[in-house]
């Protein structure tokens, strides 16, 4: 078991998580068995909580738990599944000690950042290598390199070095090389010092990984691993590219693959197996029609936000050598008014999810379009909900109809919360969260789409549709295609009649990878490219 730490200088935003899955992919490639886990110095128990605009997407594992967006990077290219102990943030690591320190587990003892916190982290940092025989564990640290947060994560990094010596424990430092336009020259100052903070902190980084706009001299290398005790093949450059599917080819072409598993006295195993990869960038950079899908969502401005779902797409698209150009709507821009001219010529229409009132009347409109359009449609959970509620006011003509979300006194409530949700007052980890099962109907879309009986979806929801309307709207042609069927939930919705029109309580976003595209999305796509629109 080897650990592989990455830790991120000089500023934020600098792809780390595209990184580290990427150096993953590498080395599971080489067939190894990998997994990576995020460590956030954030007080947050978990980013359920957060809004999308701090934190962008909340990614749902399998097991139920809301984490860190990065989590869907390694899921997505790994073809993997991460679970709760793959997110680790300093409110969890906190909340622990303190309940500890409540039952006295602590003997007397003050209880203090080091050694408890710092056990702690440690703790968590090898957890996952006792539920499952992997050869190496990645371990991206949230942050930047001087940060007061990320202090004892850094500490306890550095202490499992010591302990388990540098054959088992490596680290890969990503830091930017900044451009100045003025003088166009490329600065290394800013590297050499992120790196001396890390060195203060008692790491000594065995690999760098330069984020750079242009390629580096070889001079320039060689004064970088001077100043940095980096040996001169270790320090390594990213290149910017155009897709994050290729940062992994420009990784291998510096040979860090190869660099790392030598540091670590690793067998290289031959090549690394790449083709399907290659083929999937291959096809998506090579596309022979272009569809046009709105994606309506109340988030749009942070394209973050919907990650999984941009994703999701491009995944579908690629494969079917088909370019998607997503057009993103604020839901809170429609107006009866402006729908028809802002929403022509779309190919297909996505409604994402979301939380409470604002662009809600965007959303129904943008539903009410595809419906009566024949445009093709995939809702996603707040926009499966919404599709229902569009459909109660008006194909039943029940104009009043809403979700009790956002007018609990509606008088067709026909979404609502499941009785289990009613008296709770925590709002954090208590929603339908993970995969549940969910039995399809034969003859439907959503059996044409999986070709299963019974299919695993992830959920982060509160609300359900009201099984109190559910006749009255199937009679009226919604169709219900999909059941949980141990609590006969209502989980896919389908229009009889329409092209492709069904909308899915669950996320299946978070189950699309890079390799194995999901079927939903694939079929969504291949409607949308079939559609021409008025
Ligand atoms: N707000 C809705 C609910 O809680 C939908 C949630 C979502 O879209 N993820 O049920």
Redesign the pocket.
């Known amino acids: 078991m080897r650990y592989i730490f990455i830790t991120g200088g000089v500023v934020s935003s600098l792809g780390k998580g595209i990184f580290a899955a990427s150096l993953g992919k590498l080395l599971q490639a080489r067939g190894y068995r990998v997994t990576l886990q995020k460590f956030d110095p954030y007080l947050n128990v978990d980013p359920g909580t957060l809004n999308p605009y701090e934190h962008g997407e909340v990614f749902v594992t399998h097991d139920g738990a809301e984490t860190d967006m990065d989590l869907g990077h390694y899921e997505r290219f790994l073809n993997i599944l991460t679970s709760r102990d793959h997110n680790v943030t300093t409110g969890k690591i906190y909340q622990t000690i303190i309940e500890r320190e409540r039952r006295g587990e602590y003997l007397g003892k003050t209880v203090q950042v080091i050694p408890h916190v710092t056990d702690e982290i440690k703790r968590r940092f090898t957890l996952l290598s006792q539920k499952e025989p992997y050869d190496v564990i990645i371990t991206e640290l949230g942050g930047t390199v001087g940060d007061i947060e990320s202090l004892p994560y850094i500490e306890a990094a550095r202490q499992l070095h010591y302990e388990l010596g540098p054959l088992r424990v490596l680290f890969v430092h990503l830091t930017l090389l900044v451009y100045l336009e003025a003088t166009q020259e490329t600065k290394t100052k800013p590297t050499q010092h992120s790196v001396k903070e890390l060195q203060q902190a008692g790491v000594q980084p065995d690999v760098l990984v330069c984020r750079t706009s242009r390629p580096i001299p070889k001079e320039m290398r060689a004064k970088i691993a001077l100043h940095t005790n980096v040996p001169k093949n270790a320090v390594i450059q990213a290149l910017d590219v155009p897709l994050i599917y290729q940062v992994l080819f420009q990784l291998r072409k510096e040979k860090l693959d190869e660099v790392i598993l030598r540091r670590l006295r690793l067998p290289l195993r031959g090549e690394p197996d790449l083709s399907q990869w290659a083929t999937f960038v291959e096809r998506l950079q090579n596309p022979q029609a272009t569809v046009r899908i709105g994606l309506v969502g109340k988030y749009v401005e942070l394209h973050d936000a919907y990650k999984s779902i941009h994703e999701a797409l491009m995944h579908a698209g690629g494969w079917q050598s088909v370019r998607v150009e997503v057009e993103w709507i604020h839901s809170a821009d429609l107006t009866p008014e402006n729908a028809e001219r802002r929403l022509l010529g779309l190919q297909g229409i996505l409604v994402?999810?979301?939380?409470?009132e604002r662009g809600i009347a965007g959303k129904i409109l943008a539903i009410q379009y595809a419906r009566t359009r024949g445009v093709p449609f995939l809702g996603?959970?707040?926009?499966m909900?919404m599709a229902v509620v569009e459909f109660a006011r008006h194909v039943l003509g029940w104009t009043e109809a809403h979700?009790t979300?956002i007018d609990p006194s509606t008088p067709y409530p026909v979404?609502d919360l499941m009785p289990e949700q009613r008296h709770l007052r925590d709002k954090g980890g208590t929603?339908?969260l993970g995969a549940y099962p969910c039995e399809i109907r034969k003859g439907t879309l959503a059996w044409k789409v999986y070709q299963a009986p019974l299919i695993y979806e992830r959920?982060?929801?509160?609300?359900?549709v009201n099984n109190q309307y559910r006749s009255t709207l199937e009679e009226a042609g919604l169709v219900v295609s999909g059941r949980y069927p141990e609590k006969d939930l209502v989980e896919i919705v389908e229009l009889r009649g329409h092209p492709f029109f069904i909308g899915v309580?669950f996320?299946p976003e978070f189950q699309s990878r890079v390799e194995v595209p999901h079927p939903l999305f694939k079929a969504f796509v291949e409607a949308a490219a079939r559609h021409t629109p008025d």
């Open positions: 994402a999810p979301g939380f409470g996603i959970c707040l926009g909900q979700t979300e979404i929603m339908r959920h982060r929801h509160r609300y359900e309580q996320h």
